[in-house]
């Protein structure tokens, strides 16, 4: 069983959400601000979040932030059409997706299983099978543990990085698009993929590069896409 917590201070919305879930094999827990989408997330196994992005007390991005320096529980943002460029800045931070307002209850359930299948994939709740090692330059993936380390030292990567890295660093040299990598990664039609994809290369850099802006692994082919390779500096 999965636990989800679902963050919102609309009661009434809160409410549904868990009508929309009630039929998966879930346990579900209610915050209404950040900060006690923070204490549940530190007395329970969280599995994924529902977090709304404008709340009292500590809205949906101050929460991601501070869940980010904790821990890499999948976080889908709850947003408002309006709220375009906080989708970007919740992205930036460490989300790993979102809904808009008013919800439909077959996407709201489809990014829940999409989110859970990627962090059981990282190992987070089963054993995973035996596989390889992967190495560019500096930058190490292993299958089996399901660790990233540059320079021998471990990186945390929330699991959309991880599965970006991991896609791309299996085949060292080979250009990937924006939306090979969003059709890959997120199991999804690629429309609208390359503002999802370059946020999360861009956060993905500022862990495995010394230099983000120029960075010496994770390169960008202008026009074509993305690939990793060992650019010597």
Known sequence: MYNILICDDDRDIVEALKIYLSGEDYRLFAAYNGQEALEVVRQHEIHCILMDVMMPKMDGITATAALRRESNVPIILLTAKSESSDKVLGLNIGADDYVTKPFDPVEVQARVRSQLRRYTLLGARAGSEESGVYTVGNVSLNEETKRVTVD??????????????HLLIRSPGRIYSSAQIYEAVWNEDSLGAETSVAVHIRHLRQKIEINPSDPRYLKVVWGLGYKMEDGEK
């Open 152 to 165: 021998g030292e471990t990186v945390t990567l929330t699991p959309l990085e991880y599965n970006i890295l």
